[in-house]
């Protein structure tokens, strides 16, 4: 398996997400980009200076989440 966090995500393009609940602070969205061929990055659209998360289509798959919700591609 491929190191997830060693994969250099500086040129990403991320898209987001909302999931249409709300709180003060605006409407809840989560931000997703391939970075390869296996492998994804997850982000925070509220921190966007906060460092993604990173996993398999596998781990994506067991969590409910589908890349084409993000107009992304698996």
């Known amino acids: 398996m491929t190191d ?3 994969l250099d995500i500086s ?8 999931g249409g609940n709300t709180h003060p602070d605006g409407e809840a969205c989560v931000t997703l980009a ?3 061929p296996d492998a994804w990055a997850m982000g925070d659209s509220k ?3 906060a460092e993604p998360l ?3 289509s596998a ?3 067991a969590a409910g ?3 084409n919700r993000f107009d992304l591609s698996a």
Request: hydrophobic fraction near 30%; include cysteine.
């Open 4 to 6: 997830l966090y060693g």
């Open 11 to 18: 040129g990403a393009h991320f898209s987001k997400a909302c």
């Open 34 to 36: 391939k970075i390869g």
């Open 65 to 67: 989440i589908d890349p």
């Open 47 to 49: 921190r966007p200076d």
């Open 59 to 61: 781990e994506l798959d």
């Open 54 to 56: 990173r996993f398999t």
